[in-house]
């Protein structure tokens, strides 16, 4: 079946510092990727999105691109801040048409200033 | 704010007891999601409901009993729940069931089942 899976985490970064969190997902076609940030106290937001493969997701600095060859839709950000402390989350959307979300168990980043 | 409310925010309640789950969206949208969140677990679907219809139920436990009585409310039925089911359960709606479609998350109701 379908599924996503992350880093493990948690990850702690000094302020500034580059970010990458890994996510790598098993699904049959061409499935629809996201990424969604939690912060505490929070339900889920959508952080970026990609529908078809070589697609860059972008928003807020941070970017992903769907990479088919690689299965892997890896999140990044160039400098992080002590504001972008949070869980993320990647997920996919699968060719059922009822909108679920199949997501990976998460990646909590914690940055320093 | 997301236009996707949830209440109450916060729940305790104990094995007997019998309580519900309150999701209201402000966003035209016409389906509706319960997902179940556990500590270093996966977000799990429980279920789907798409123009007030239940389309799809993640082999959930009777005892959690969704109900939609309009596509801008979904509740979630409790009853003579276990402590294994303390959890964040999270609310979510789309402008439809396609694939690609963004979802709005409430704030979730954390349970905790004494």
């Known amino acids: 079946g379908n599924s996503v899976t992350q880093m493990e985490g948690p990850v702690t970064l000094s302020e500034e510092a580059f970010l990458t969190i890994n996510c790598t997902y098993t699904a049959t076609g061409y499935p629809s990727l996201f990424w969604y940030v939690q912060y505490p106290g929070e339900g889920l937001q959508l952080l970026l999105k990609a529908t078809k493969a070589d697609d860059k997701g972008s928003n807020k600095g941070f970017e992903a691109t769907y990479r088919k060859e690689t299965t892997s839709f890896h999140l990044e950000k160039g400098s992080v801040q002590v504001s972008d402390s949070a869980v993320y989350f990647c997920a996919l959307s699968d060719k059922s048409n009822t909108g679920k979300l199949i997501f990976g168990q998460g990646t909590t980043l914690q940055v320093k200033p | 704010e997301t236009g996707v409310t949830q209440t109450p925010r916060h729940l305790v309640m104990g094995m007997t007891n019998k309580k519900s789950l309150k999701c209201e969206q402000h966003?035209?949208?016409?389906?509706m999601y319960w997902y179940k969140q556990s500590a270093k677990k996966p977000l799990e679907l429980m279920f789907v409901?798409?123009?007030?219809?239940?389309?799809e139920n993640n082999s959930v436990p009777s005892r959690f009993s969704p109900e939609c009585p309009n596509s801008s409310h979904l509740f979630l039925h409790l009853h003579t729940l276990q402590p294994e089911d303390s959890a964040l359960y999270l609310c979510?709606?789309?402008?439809?069931?396609?694939?690609?479609?963004?979802?709005?998350f409430g704030q979730g109701t954390r349970l905790t089942v004494v």
């Open positions: 966003l035209g949208h016409n389906a």
């Open positions: 979510a709606s789309t402008r439809g069931a396609g694939m690609g479609t963004e979802a709005f």
């Open positions: 409901y798409s123009l007030e219809e239940r389309v």
